[in-house]
């Protein structure tokens, strides 16, 4: 019996030792070294799209609703509390549509909401009157200032298609585009800039290709949406298309493309749609965009299906980074939510809100300070469900109330809060800083600790975005070099709680460390 205790008073020491020492670890200050000199990429905005659902929302939902739902995505406005009425996107994302709605359930997708409608009619005429649900939401995000609206197309008009669908029956890979109709297509996408410029509503950037890679086939009444493949041949030509149509009429957007499904396909892949990067912007390649006039030095892909498991991430995002530099090209991440089911983390158990939020915030980290993403965009703002669990594809969560979604309810889900954490803080110009630390992690074991990434607005500006990815308090140093005049500092934090929505401190003097939330999206101001 002596022994045993003996064995167990040493068993018990052991224990609490090993407990200490995890608690120490916890609870040692990180310290993040950040030079104003160590410059990486300029970001452009954070934005997002408002399919499908804008359609219905927008033009039947009672105004009071759409209003606050405008509001919670654009505005920058803080109420007398310092807290914020929105999050301040500075990109908005505009679907032109295919003309599936017009053609009812004969159009073969079989969820009406995700048939949209043309603003060309079959006999060549144009009716402005046309989605005019989604084109409320894009002139409320002028009116609150977004500073970038994205006009993008998922199918050419179904007039001009090869089988008259807005997706693919047979399983080529090649566009549905007849290929008499690419001038067509891009006098299409044209006219519509055009007519919006002369209403005020002026798209930057115009997308006319989207995830090209997947096949987008499927039999009449089981498609899921509008959809084509295109090859990078394919591309080329309708990118060449939409440049002389640009020029013609002395339209000023810039071509954005080629909007890829994963981002791998942009460096790697043996399809006729992969190697993005070398193919559209390599010297000696037959598809090089190079010397197009409205194709800036941007590669556009979606972050889809590449969120399964740290290592993966992390290194598919370098791979990006690194090609991506090779080239001289910025990297946008254009789309994104949580389709694969790499946000579970390896449990099957469902997620809740605040799961889902730190997952979103770990994503827009790794392509920002991995990928060096230059802009980031989130797929769906909106989409039924629950706005408690697997809050997977959206920030707000819809409850229709008639099959028809004429009206409805919303909720506002954690993954607002946290996305606004970037979106209202690191504004279009910002530069990232490189940052160091002092705890030896490197990027894989980073994402299940505490995710950094620090944005310069000037010598004396500073904004840091800080995910504490673990269930413990932690304790920052922000270590700064070669900043003039940081002077006082604001927090905004959100975690699970119910009134944690980008918290604010009041303005305190900038003196040290601060304490990080366990569980927690936190966004530090500096000047």
């Known amino acids: 019996m002596k022994n045993f205790n003996l064995y167990l008073s040493l068993s018990m020491l052991l224990l609490f030792s090993l407990g200490s020492k995890g608690q120490s670890r916890s609870d040692k200050t990180l310290v993040i070294s950040i030079d104003a000199n160590n410059k990486a990429q300029t970001i452009h905005n954070f934005g997002a799209s408002g399919c499908w659902f804008s359609e219905g929302v927008g033009k039947y939902w009672p105004l009071e609703k759409r209003e606050r739902m405008a509001e919670l995505l654009f505005s920058k406005a803080q109420a007398a509390d310092g807290s914020f009425k929105g999050i301040g996107l500075s990109a908005w994302r505009f679907n032109i549509g295919g003309g599936t709605a017009e053609q009812g359930d004969s159009s073969g997708i079989k969820d009406f909401r995700k048939r949209v409608e043309s603003f060309l009619a079959p006999d060549g005429a144009y009716d402005w009157n046309k989605q005019s649900g989604y084109i409320w939401f894009v002139k409320k995000a002028q ?60 798209f930057k950037y115009i997308s006319p290709v989207n ?86 030095r941007i590669i556009a892909g979606h972050s889809y299906f ?106 506002i889900t954690k993954n607002l809060w946290a996305m606004g954490n970037y979106s209202l803080f690191v504004r279009p110009g910002m530069t990232r800083l490189t940052t160091s630390r002092n705890d030896g992690r490197d990027a894989v074991e980073v994402a299940q600790d505490v995710m950094v990434s620090a944005f310069s607005g000037g010598a004396d500006k500073l904004v840091m975005v800080l995910v504490n990815y673990t269930d413990q308090p932690r304790t920052i140093l922000p270590e700064l070099k070669n900043f003039k005049g940081i002077k006082s500092h604001r927090t905004y934090v959100t975690t699970a709680d119910v009134k944690d929505n980008l918290k604010p401190s009041a303005a305190q003097k900038f003196s ?16």
């Open 143 to 202: 009116d609150y200032g977004v500073e970038n609206l994205i006009a993008f197309s998922n199918t050419p008009p179904v007039q001009f298609t090869k089988n008259g669908l807005g997706f693919k029956t047979e399983k080529d890979y090649t566009t549905n585009l007849k290929p008499d109709k690419y001038d067509d297509y891009a006098d299409f996408l044209t006219e519509v800039l055009k007519h919006f410029d002369q209403q005020g509503l002026h």
């Open 211 to 296: 995830e090209p890679q997947w096949d987008w086939s499927n039999k009449p009444g089981e498609a899921s949406q509008e959809g084509s493949p295109w090859s990078n041949a394919d591309i080329h030509q309708v990118v060449g298309a939409l440049d002389a149509s640009l020029q013609k009429k002395q339209l000023s957007a810039q071509i954005l493309t080629p909007e890829a499904g994963m981002l791998t396909y942009l460096y790697s892949g043996t399809s006729a749609a992969s190697n993005q990067i070398q193919e559209f912007f390599g010297e000696q390649s037959k598809y090089s965009l190079q010397n197009v006039k409205h194709v800036p």
């Open 306 to 411: 590449t969120d399964n498991g740290d290592s993966s991430m992390v290194a598919v995002r370098k791979h990006l980074a690194d090609t991506a530099a090779k080239y001289g090209l910025e990297y946008w991440q254009s789309e994104y939510s949580m389709l694969g089911d790499g946000f579970r983390e390896g449990t099957k158990a469902k997620r809740t809100q605040m799961d889902c939020a730190l997952f979103l915030a770990k994503v827009i980290n790794q392509d920002l300070t991995v990928g060096n993403a230059a802009a980031w965009q989130l797929w769906n703002v909106w989409e039924p469900g629950s706005a408690e669990w697997d809050t997977r594809y959206y920030l707000l969560a819809l409850d229709p109330a008639n099959p028809e979604y004429t009206d409805g309810e919303f909720s």
């Open 512 to 527: 040290g460390t601060f304490r990080l939330a366990p569980r927690s999206v936190t966004t530090i101001t500096m000047n």
